[in-house]
């Protein structure tokens, strides 16, 4: 199901910073619709749904989701049912407006669209019985796919390329890729996640799944937060392109890439240090997010 990653060495002087150097993991290559680390995420997932004898996997997300792109291709593949449950009930009549979701719904996903105020009662028992007696059993997915089975995939991450590295880079959603690479690093790196959103409460949920404590998340690149964007990014990121080859999306790796390149010019890394970064996916946003950019009259992702 998986291709192979290749790994790439970003020419830093073409940033005019020197002194490093700086390779990223094309995680996003890893699968043409199941990319990065939604693969990782759902890898042991769906063995432990397909040995468990589950026919349906159920789960949650936004308008954007690239977990939920991510489930319902993987069902289409394997053979299982999906079914998303989506924040936001007035999004029901944006279906074919939205390319996230119009992904979902072509590859057989059923779309159950509910109030954001239902949203926030999703992992009660009240409201998981209610899914069960309305759509039968399923194998139930978190939002983001971060669980134990999860961070066992994000584990993968790392190979003998990732050793060798003195810093290791992730985006940070739920914080369940970086548990991964944290279980997976040695104890002498030191793996430094940038937060899409405000905040660093994910350090709460690496800590569920590992004693190590070799880490450390900024939300200083979360540009005001989830999905927030401005110019300075969507310049960031075509110029990114332009001059590497490399695409990024603009809720994530663009986030982290802009964080990593304004770190080296501000000296925080050790010099000569070698850095590795993790490209998770999540180009399947940009559709949605160049969307959102046109209303406003600002500049596209090319």
């Known amino acids: 199901m998986a291709n192979a990653v290749p790994i790439a060495e970003i020419d830093l002087s073409l940033f005019g910073i020197e002194g490093y150097k700086l390779f990223i993991k094309r995680e996003d290559l890893l699968h043409p619709f199941v990319s990065g680390n939604k693969f990782r995420k759902l890898k042991y997932n769906l063995i432990a749904a397909k040995e468990q004898r589950y026919k349906v996997l159920l789960t949650f997300g936004g308008a954007f989701s690239n977990h939920i792109a991510a489930v319902a291709a993987a069902g289409k593949e394997l053979g299982f049912e999906t079914i998303g449950v989506i924040r936001g009930a007035e999004l029901k009549e944006e279906i074919s407006e939205n390319a996230t979701l119009s992904f979902a719904k072509s590859c057989g996903m059923q779309l159950y669209f509910i109030s954001r105020e239902d949203y926030r009662g999703k992992d009660k028992a009240e409201f998981i019985t209610n899914l069960k007696n309305q759509f039968g059993d399923f194998y139930l997915l978190p939002e983001g796919g971060t669980n ?59 800590a569920k799944y590992t004693s190590k404590t070799n880490f450390e998340i900024t939300d200083s690149y979360c540009f005001g937060g989830y999905g927030k964007i401005d110019r300075d990014l969507v310049r960031f990121i075509n110029e990114f392109k332009e001059k590497t080859d490399i695409p990024l999306d603009p809720i994530y790796t663009g986030k982290m890439m802009y964080g990593i390149m304004d770190l080296l010019k501000n000296g925080y890394f050790k010099e000569n240090s070698r850095i590795f970064a993790i490209h998770t996916g999540g180009l399947q946003g940009i559709a949605g997010m160049n969307q959102k950019l046109k209303k406003k009259k600002l500049p596209i992702i090319e």
């Not at 590295?165 to 970086?178: D, E, H, R, S």
């Open 148 to 206: 134990a089975l999860a961070v066992k995939g994000c584990e993968e991450i790392l190979d003998e390329n990732g050793f060798s590295a003195n810093y290791i880079c992730v985006p940070v959603g739920t914080g369940g890729t970086m548990a991964g690479l944290v279980k997976g690093s040695n104890e002498n790196q030191n793996v430094l996640g940038f937060s899409a959103l405000k905040g660093t409460f994910q350090t709460s949920e690496i």
